[in-house]
């Protein structure tokens, strides 16, 4: 369980036992100490219904790094970044940074943005839904690198080519 009032993260992969703690008055939004909620694991692991039912519940998509979490998805990565998206998820937001003290604890290991995550997983899907809806190219993670450099270093080189070309076609320098 997150907290006394959140949903243990392994109640989001199943209806009925996120109903019940949603009715027993579970917040979608309780965090842990990175700032991830269920939510953020709904958003991870679980089908659209569930999803839907955590916002329905006052789930709050400014909270718990949710595009990041979307980008790891196994399956339907780019119609739930789509759902986060229209729903106000922060496109550009870099992964714990309004958490001063848990940024400078994970920034050795690259805190970026969503685009970042996918550069560096070689999701090309996800990068184009990104860069539809903004997603800046210029922007360094927590090591200084842009997500262009880290699809070369992890030898999506298909991934860093398109990157560049946005990147051109935008008139955005990538130094």
């Known amino acids: 369980m997150y907290c006394s009032r959140g949903i243990a993260r392994y109640a989001v992969k199943d209806v009925g036992l996120t109903a019940w703690f949603l009715a027993h008055g579970a917040d979608p939004n309780a965090s842990c100490m990175l700032g991830l ?55 550009n937001a870099v992964q714990f940074y309004n958490r001063p003290g848990i940024y400078r604890m994970q920034e050795t290991f690259g805190s970026g943005t969503a685009l970042h995550d996918a550069a560096a997983a070689g999701r090309d899907d996800v990068l184009r839904v990104l860069i539809s809806y903004g997603a800046r190219l210029d922007i360094k993670d927590s090591c200084g690198d842009l997500a262009v450099e880290l699809a070369e270093h992890y030898g999506h080189y298909g991934t860093a080519q398109y990157l560049r070309q946005q990147a051109a076609r935008r008139r955005v320098a990538l130094a």
Not at 61 to 83: C, K, P
């Open 37 to 91: 909620t269920p939510l953020t694991f709904a958003i991870r692991d679980a089908d659209l219904s569930i999803i839907e039912m955590l916002f329905a519940h006052g789930g709050d998509v400014q909270q718990g790094y949710l595009l990041h979490a979307a980008v790891s998805r196994e399956r339907d990565n780019s119609a739930i970044l789509e759902y986060l998206i229209q729903k106000g998820a922060p496109v």
